[in-house]
């Protein structure tokens, strides 16, 4: 598994594979090819069927600038590698003096076919959770300690800029009103919640409102564009920081202990990255929401006190109910279902730690296992409930004026 730092990115939505991972390798590879004139991108799977959608063709020409750039969107080639590929090539005086073909993996992590020295390398030696919670136990560590005895000195001064981060984003989304870039006109709903004034609004209504608020304020800001932390994707960016917002402001928890669940959560998804995928356009949204719900559920079980069993249970609950869950964005924007989906998530986070905490350890199902499920589950679905909006929702939503508002105005 890489670091941490390559896990949790501060960056700009609204979706780490089609527009983080690929503005990364993309910079990286104009630098590496300064004496090029044109730039051509070809992009295909995933890419091209929603890349208008995720602005992928607008972040590459953003960074680009000052180059030639020719985009084409390839929807009918098929990579069998991974969904999210694209070939980038650099020309001079029209002869191509360089190709590489990259793998916008999820998250922002990208890799490139051939090319070792520019993937990030791996710093954990264990390779699944069980062998993480053996470590620990063998060490007397709990999941904080893995990680500072793992990474570089810097770690939570690191963690610390990525809690800063998430708060901000928080604080700026409940303070956004009007409509959402896009021709769905989706209207921002984060303040609205976090505002209302319900009538005897009992303290559990209160509470998933509030946490709700917290969710729609980071993914509002995400489908705006704006800047997110990916926990573990930007799309399902909302469910992590709503979660440690509301467990800091209900519980008066200091920054520091935040941090180390931070550190936890971080674990957790890092797991999944490596032995299954965080892509939705490999295994869907439970690879997405899935995951960034077992995250939160494990933070919010370490903040109450439980212990690595009890963080185990609250993950893999969190994963196991979001087994199959697809991935169908209408028009290909990050905006409906998955802003909605955040808020659900963060209560279900909530949800299944309090039920870990409540349950006897003897779970049958272990978190890898769950993982494993999840990684098999996502490859079974059909390609068009994988991030492609040729499907579910979007397909629906799209091509029938019964259902469509855009169509009947
Ligand atoms: S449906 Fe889920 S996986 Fe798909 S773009 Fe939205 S949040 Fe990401």
């Keep these: 598994m890489q670091s941490l730092k390559e896990f949790y990115k501060i960056g700009n939505g609204p979706s780490s594979s089609h527009t983080m991972g690929p503005k990364r390798a993309v910079e990286i590879f104009k630098n590496k090819h300064k ?101 620990c136990e063998e060490h007397e560590y709990d999941l904080y300690d893995y990680v500072c005895n793992v990474e570089e000195d810097d770690i939570t001064e690191y963690l610390k800029e990525i809690w800063n981060s998430m708060e901000k984003t928080i604080e700026k989304g409940l303070l956004n009103k009007g409509t959402i870039h896009g021709k769905l006109n989706l209207e921002k709903r984060a303040k609205e919640l976090y505002e209302a004034k319900i009538e005897n609004e009992d303290e559990s ?118 087994l199959g869950l697809t991935c169908d964005p209408i028009y290909g924007y990050v905006q409906i279902p998955c802003i909605e989906r955040n808020a659900i998530a963060a209560m279900r986070a909530v949800e299944a730690s309090n039920l870990a905490m409540l349950l006897k350890n003897d779970r049958k199902i272990s978190f890898d296992l769950v993982v494993d499920t999840m990684y098999e589950t996502g490859k079974d679905l059909q390609s068009h409930y994988r991030e492609t909006s040729e499907g579910g ?17």
């Design 205 to 322: 209504l209160k509470q998933n409102r509030l946490l709700s608020a917290y969710a729609y304020a980071t993914s509002e800001e995400n489908a705006s564009g704006g800047i997110i932390v990916t926990a573990p994707t930007c799309g399902a960016a909302g469910v992590l920081p709503a979660v440690l917002y509301y467990m800091k402001n209900k519980y008066n928890i200091s920054d520091e202990k935040i941090v180390k669940a931070l550190a936890v959560a971080g674990v957790i998804g890092n797991v999944v990255k490596q032995n299954a995928s965080i892509s939705g356009a490999e295994c869907g949204c439970q690879a997405e929401i899935g995951t960034a719900c077992s995250m939160s559920a494990g933070a919010y079980t370490y903040l109450l006190g439980g212990d690595l069993k009890k963080i185990e249970n609250s993950a893999e609950i969190g994963m196991e109910h979001h």
């Design 35 to 135: 004496d090029a004139d044109k730039f051509k991108i070809i992009l295909y799977g995933s890419l091209a069927l929603t890349g208008k959608g995720h602005l992928t063709d607008y972040i590459i020409k953003q960074t680009l600038e000052g180059y030639e750039t020719e985009i084409e969107f390839d929807t009918k080639y098929k990579c069998e590698v991974h969904p999210n590929t694209f070939d980038i090539f650099a020309l001079k005086n029209n002869e191509e003096i360089a190709k590489w073909r990259v793998y916008s993996i999820g998250g922002g992590t990208f890799k490139v076919e051939g090319k070792k020295d520019v993937t990030i390398p791996d710093i954990y030696h264990e390779e699944s959770f069980d062998e993480i919670v053996k470590y």
């Design 393 to 409: 929702l979007a397909k629906k939503y799209c091509r029938n004026k019964f259902y469509n508002k855009e169509m009947q105005e």
